[in-house]
C-alpha cells in the first residue's frame, strides 16, 4: 500500500503544480497537520482514496473550516483496509493556544483511548503533529516532544510513527526516516513524503 504523508507546508507540486497523475498509484493520504483547510480539501476533491488528518498546533481554522472531504482521526482509532492507525494531534503547551497540551494532558488523552486500542489489539500507525520526547523532536518548548509516545512506541511497537511539526528545514541533522528500537519506521512528514506500507 502506497501512502502519502503531509505536514506544515503546503506543497507546491501538489497545489501549485498539481496534476491528477501526481496521484496514481497513491492507497492513502495522511495530514500530521499545520496545513490549511483549503489545500486538504483541494487535494480531495482530485484523490480518489481517503485523506486522514490530525490538528496541528497552528489549525485552529478547522474549528471554523475543517477539510471538506477529509476524515478527522484525532483522539480515535481508524481501519483502513484492516490497517489501524491511532491519531493524536497537537503540540507541547507553550502559549496555551488551542490544541496544545501538556504531557499529562496527552497522556489523558491515551488513557480514554485505552478501551479502544485494546479492542483493535494495538494499532499499526501512529499518527501525531509533534514528536517523541528527544527523537527527532526540537530543544526549545514549542518543538520538543512527548515521552508518552515513546511509551506508546514501546508498548505497542507499530511499524510506523508519522508526525510533523519539526521541518525539515530547521536543521540539517534532522531526518525524513529513521528507526525507532530498529522496529519501528519513524517518518518526518514535512510537506511531502511517499512510503509504501509493508
Known amino acids: 500500500m502506497k501512502i502519502l504523508v503531509l505536514a506544515d507546508e503546503e506543497s507546491k507540486y501538489l497545489w501549485d503544480y498539481f496534476e491528477k497523475s501526481k496521484l496514481d498509484g497513491i492507497d492513502l493520504i495522511i495530514s500530521c497537520g499545520d496545513l490549511k483547510p483549503q489545500y486538504l480539501s483541494f487535494l480531495a476533491t482530485f484523490a480518489k482514496v481517503p485523506i486522514l488528518y490530525v490538528h496541528g498546533n497552528h489549525d485552529a481554522a478547522y474549528d471554523k473550516t475543517p477539510p471538506d472531504g477529509c476524515i478527522c482521526i484525532d483522539n480515535d482509532l481508524y481501519v483502513y483496509n484492516g490497517i489501524r492507525i491511532l491519531g493524536l494531534g497537537g503540540s507541547k503547551c507553550y502559549n496555551f493556544g488551542p490544541y496544545q497540551y501538556t504531557e499529562k494532558e496527552m497522556k489523558l488523552r ?15 500507525i501512529l499518527v501525531t503533529h509533534a514528536p517523541a ?44 526516516e529513521c528507526q525507532y528500537n530498529e522496529q519501528t519506521t519513524v517518518i518526518n512528514a514535512f510537506e511531502k513524503y511517499t512510503f509504501e506500507y509493508k
Open 133 to 176: 520526547y528527544q527523537f527527532n523532536d526540537g530543544e526549545d518548548l514549542p518543538h520538543s516532544g512527548f515521552q508518552v509516545f515513546r511509551n506508546l512506541l514501546d508498548k505497542y511497537v507499530p511499524k510506523y510513527f508519522i508526525h510533523g511539526h519539526v521541518h525539515l528545514n530547521y536543521s540539517w541533522k534532522l531526518q525524513r
Open 110 to 124: 491515551i488513557f480514554k483511548l485505552r478501551r479502544k486500542i485494546r479492542k483493535h489489539k494495538g494499532f499499526d
